[in-house]
Nanobody, 123 residues
Framework: QVHVEESGGGLVQAGGSLRLSCAAS????????MGWFRQAPGKERVFVAG????????FYAGSVKGRFTISRDDAKNTVYLQMNSLKPDDTAVYFC????????????????WGQGTQVTVSS
């Protein structure tokens, strides 16, 4: 089992950047695929980006592709989401998720979740 905790959210102007971090505790972080999701007010939680457990593949939602980058540092048990060219539509609570030994990144079936971090983009 793994416990994940997000950090790095905040208020930023449109066009700005933020980097979210997700720190994991527990054994064998390197065996977990990691994902980022977000939930805007009044909307369902949606997939944003994911990285396989070996870091060999990444996947992005179309709305963030080219602006967001997911990466992982297994030595620090941390996954990052670099968010550039932020838009007001990116405003949401961002959640980190984990799933062991996942090679193919899809939005479904992530068993471990953090509590989320708020990102607000002002126009």
């Amino acid at each position: 089992q793994v416990h994940v905790e997000e950090s790095g959210g905040g208020l930023v102007q449109a066009g700005g950047s933020l980097r979210l971090s997700c720190a994991a505790s527990g054994r064998s972080f390197g065996s977990y695929a990691m994902g980022w999701f977000r939930q805007a007010p009044g909307k369902e939680r949606v997939f944003v980006a994911g990285i396989s457990w070996r870091g060999s593949s990444t996947f992005y939602a179309g709305s963030v592709k080219g602006r967001f980058t997911i990466s992982r540092d297994d030595a620090k048990n941390t996954v990052y989401l670099q968010m550039n060219s932020l838009k007001p539509d990116d405003t949401a609570v961002y959640f980190c998720a984990a799933d062991r030994f996942r090679d193919v990144i899809t939005p479904e079936g992530w068993p471990y979740w953090g509590q989320g971090t708020q990102v607000t983009v002002s126009s």
